[in-house]
């Protein structure tokens, strides 16, 4: 089924107070009648930390999708924001070993989700230890896809974080934000040709503005993550990753 979204996507400038509104147009197409069970997985970003009502990106990314027609089902241990599909599995504090310890439960990967929403990183920028998160985030996604070679899995790339909350205060924390980041389109690419369906979201739309306490992102913040989540799952569905019922 073809259908066309216009997407206004609204940016605030610090300088000269600026109001800038670019306008996007994407040609989505998802199979007819499509049914998401997915995964929402990560820590207290997933969680929603710094919404105002705890939703994260997931509502407004389950608007987007339900407004086209797909039936959609959170899936996960934790139970957080304002609208009634408001499962997931999103852990604050955790490192990317310890959301792969919490992706085990029965009610995340063992829910058996069709689809993966993975953004895992944060704090292992944050906890001295951002140059060995890359293979701990692969063997994450290994470990997913051996429970069930069919499970779409999308990589979220991170969000800024300020240099208050890394190691001793470092500055140089957006090129270690983006090293991390870098990486990901290539262990999706090594990871699809082994078989696996694994695709990257860019979420860069969200800045340093947008986050309400330095490292959360705030409402708007998260409406930016919920389009690019989005914008990815139309690339997974143009590749035909996604079925219909």
């Not at 940016?11 to 049914?35: E, F, G, M, R, Y």
């Not at 439960?105 to 953004?119: E, F, R, S, T, Y």
């Not at 001295?128 to 790339?157: F, H, M, R, Y």
């Amino acid at each position: 089924m073809r259908l066309l979204l216009n997407f206004a996507l609204l940016a605030t400038l610090s300088c000269s107070n600026a109001l800038v509104i670019p306008t996007q147009q994407h040609s989505v197409s998802l199979p007819k009648d499509l049914k998401l069970r997915n995964l929402p997985l990560g820590d207290s970003i997933t969680q929603g930390m710094g919404h105002s009502k705890g939703d994260s990106y997931r509502k407004d990314l389950y608007d987007k999708l339900t407004a086209f027609g797909a039936k959609v089902e959170y899936v996960g241990s934790q139970k957080g924001g304002t609208f009634p599909q408001n499962s997931h599995e999103g852990w604050i504090g955790f490192t990317i070993e310890q959301i792969s310890q919490r992706a085990d439960d029965p009610k995340a990967l063992g829910a058996k989700p069709n689809l993966v929403l993975l953004l895992a990183g944060t704090n292992d920028m944050t906890k001295n230890d951002p140059k060995g998160a890359s293979a701990k985030l692969q063997k994450l996604v290994e470990k997913i896809v051996k429970k069930d070679a069919g499970v779409v899995v999308i990589l979220g790339t991170l969000p800024p974080i300020t240099a208050t909350y890394m190691p001793n205060g470092k500055s140089d924390s957006a090129l270690i934000i983006s090293e991390f980041n870098r990486a990901l389109p290539g262990m999706a690419r090594a990871l699809t040709e082994k078989g696996a369906k694994v695709l990257v979201a860019d979420l860069s739309a969200v800045k340093l503005g947008d986050l309400k306490d330095l490292i959360h992102p705030d409402d708007a913040g998260y409406s930016k993550m919920a389009a690019g989540w989005f914008r990815a799952i139309e690339d997974v569905a143009a590749k035909g990753w996604l079925k219909g019922s």
